[in-house]
C-alpha cells in the first residue's frame, strides 16, 4: 500500500436482496472514504444499511454495484477463497456475541488466525501470549470462554482481531454484551490503539454515546450514509 492510500474506499456501492420476492435496496450508492489512523464511528436504527455495510467492509459480502478498495485492492471481483485470504490478513473482527470457540483456552483461540495463515507454533504462541497479556489476560491464558467474564472475553476476541496485526479493525456492535462500566473501559482500549498505536478502527453501533467514542460518526438511513 502507498503513501496516503485510504484504507477503505468505497464509490457508488448499492446492494439488493430479495426477501419474500420482495426486492429490498439496502444500500443505495454509499461513497465513504476512511484513511490510515481513522475512528469511524457508523450509527444507524434496525433496518437502516449498517449491517450490510458492515458485511461488505468486512469482505463477507460484496456489492451488487459500486467499487470497494481495501488498502488499495479492489475486492469486488474476487472469489470466495481470495476474499476469505483478506480477511486473514487485512482485517480483525470484534463482534457483540465475542465468537470465540467454547472448548478451546483463551491462548487457543487467539492463535486461530495464525494457523490458517500458516504461521507456525512457537511464532503463533509467542504472538498470541503477548496480545493477551497486552489485553491484561497474562493469568488467563489457559481459561476456557466459560470461565471468564463478558469484558474478559471481549479482551480475548480483541486480541484475536490484532494477532495477524490488521490494517483495519471492523467492531460490530462490540459492547452490545456488556455493562456500562465494561463497555467503557473496551471503548477505551480502542481508543488507546487508535490513538498511540494508529490503528484504523471502524465501529457499527445503534448507540450514540458509544459512536462519539470516534473521531468521526456517519450515520445511516434508509441505505444511505450522512454525515
Not at 487485512?90 to 465468537?99: A, E, P, Y
Request: net charge neutral; aromatic share 4%; charged share 20%.
Amino acid at each position: 500500500m502507498s503513501a496516503g492510500t485510504p484504507v477503505i474506499r468505497l464509490r457508488g456501492v448499492h446492494k439488493t436482496y430479495a426477501q419474500d420476492r420482495v426486492e429490498v435496496h439496502a444500500l443505495r450508492g454509499i461513497d465513504l472514504t476512511v484513511a490510515a489512523g481513522e475512528f469511524v464511528a457508523i450509527m444507524g436504527a434496525s433496518g437502516s444499511g449498517k449491517s450490510t455495510l458492515m458485511h461488505i467492509l468486512g469482505c463477507l459480502d460484496v456489492p451488487g454495484d459500486g467499487d470497494y478498495w481495501l488498502n488499495g485492492q479492489a475486492v469486488r471481483q474476487l472469489d470466495s477463497d481470495a476474499l476469505a485470504a483478506i480477511r486473514n490478513r487485512d482485517i480483525g473482527f470484534v463482534f457483540q456475541n465475542f465468537n470465540l470457540l467454547a472448548r478451546t483456552s483463551a491462548l487457543d483461540n487467539v492463535e486461530m488466525p495464525l494457523v490458517y495463515a500458516g504461521v507456525g507454533k512457537a511464532e503463533r504462541q509467542r504472538r498470541a501470549r503477548a496480545e493477551l497479556e497486552r489485553m491484561g489476560l497474562g493469568e488467563r491464558l489457559l481459561h476456557h470462554p466459560s470461565q471468564l467474564s463478558g469484558g474478559q472475553q471481549q479482551r480475548v476476541a480483541l486480541a484475536r482481531a490484532l494477532v495477524t496485526r490488521p490494517a483495519l479493525l471492523l467492531a460490530d456492535e462490540p459492547t452490545g454484551n456488556l455493562d456500562s462500566a465494561t463497555s467503557r473501559e473496551i471503548l477505551a482500549l480502542f481508543a488507546q490503539l487508535n490513538r498511540h498505536e494508529g490503528l484504523t478502527i471502524v465501529l457499527i453501533t445503534h448507540e450514540a454515546d458509544i459512536a462519539a467514542h470516534a473521531g468521526r460518526q456517519l450515520h445511516m438511513r434508509d441505505g444511505r450514509l450522512e454525515d
